[in-house]
């Protein structure tokens, strides 16, 4: 058996749920990527008639 269903029995109920959830990164991992992030990247492109305009805002990104 393999991922995150292995040796249930040992782990406790906050590790479980935890495992449950979709996790991309960690807040550390999160942190250092946004340390090592410039502004370049972080950036607004503005596009003339974009039909995704609405999708370029980044919530929660201090520039």
């Given at each position: 058996q393999a991922g995150y269903?292995?040796?249930l029995w040992k782990?406790?109920?906050a590790?479980?749920?935890?495992?449950r959830e979709m996790?991309?990164?960690?807040?550390t991992?999160?942190?250092?990527?946004?340390?090592m992030t410039?502004?370049?990247?972080k950036r607004r492109n503005w596009y003339v008639?974009?039909?995704y305009q609405k999708?370029?805002?980044r919530t929660n990104l201090r520039v």
């Open positions: 269903k292995k040796k782990k406790s109920a590790q479980k749920k935890r495992l996790v991309l990164c960690t807040r991992q999160c942190k250092l990527l946004d340390k410039t502004s370049f990247w008639d974009d039909p999708y370029h805002d």
